[in-house]
């Protein structure tokens, strides 16, 4: 393998985030080139080294620096233009726009699948209060209808930019959930923390158009689509210790499904 990454000698400010990339481009490998070169590109951006803003250069800039065709830069890029990643300007080149959140469909809490992904997540917590529990929420718990819980509307970003707003019900005297530590990691850790052991979870995913204000605060739209999911997880008792009725920006966020045949 024959590492690949030239930088010109002079180097618009705007470009200058590319020049911390490492492309290492197999020539002999039976993969294409502008694949291994989109995967790599594609990598940056979901780890942060390449963030929204980020200029690339135009096609004879990249060509010149990673020492490629134009063809084979065109196709890379016209690759990740296709996913969302990147967008073309007339007079500037190309651009981040952002990277796609992929979570597994996995019991895990999108704070620390966005942490590992290195998406630097932040939270802002909108509601933090007792409530008597709604219909759907006191059956998922395990409650009568009306009992006291304790309801969490949290806004989760990535880079400063907003994913998905969740709210979540838990039930009465479960653990102290501090608005403070709510805002600087996940729920399932503080779970863990309290020695409560996650087990497993029942759980739908679908999708609608989001409300008005939905739609102000994951900078969207009114009805743009929006991924919606809903979960209820247990401890290893089998005791339900949460319900989650999500959001999630449909143009930033997918779902992974791995699906397997039944012997």
Same mark, same amino acid.
């Given at each position: 393998m024959s590492p690949v990454h030239r930088t010109p000698p002079r180097t618009a400010p705007g470009d200058r985030a590319l020049d911390s990339v490492m492309f290492a481009l197999? #020539?002999?490998s039976p993969v294409p080139l502008y694949y291994q070169l989109?995967?790599?590109l594609e990598a940056a951006i979901e780890?942060?080294?390449l963030t929204p803003g980020?200029?690339?250069g135009n096609e004879v800039d990249l060509s010149a620096r990673l020492g490629l065709s134009r063809p084979t830069v065109r196709q890379a890029v016209q690759s990740l233009v296709d996913k969302g990643l990147l967008v073309r300007r007339r007079g500037v080149g190309t651009q981040v726009v952002h990277s796609q959140v992929k979570r597994p469909l996995e019991l895990s809490s999108l704070y620390d699948d966005l942490e590992s992904a290195g998406q630097g997540p932040t939270t802002r917590v909108l509601r933090n209060e007792p409530l008597a529990a709604p219909a759907d929420a006191a059956a998922a718990?395990?409650?009568a209808e009306g009992t006291e819980v304790t309801v969490?509307? #949290?806004l989760r970003c990535t880079h400063g930019r907003p994913v998905a707003l969740l709210r979540t019900y838990v039930p009465p005297a479960l653990l102290e959930l501090p608005t403070?530590?709510?805002e600087s990691t996940g729920l399932y850790r503080m779970m863990r923390s309290a020695g409560i052991v996650l087990h497993s979870a029942r759980q739908s995913v679908g999708a609608r158009a989001a409300t008005a204000e939905?739609?102000?605060?994951?900078?969207e739209k009114e009805g743009a689509a929006l991924l919606t999911m809903r979960r209820t997880a247990y401890d290893d008792t089998g005791r339900p210790v949460e319900y989650g009725s999500h959001v999630y920006r449909a143009s930033r966020y997918a779902f992974d499904f791995q699906l397997l045949i039944r012997p």
């Open positions: 197999d #020539r002999t989109a995967q790599q780890h942060g080294a980020n200029l690339l718990l395990g409650l969490l509307e #949290r403070q530590r709510l939905e739609a102000a605060l994951l900078d």
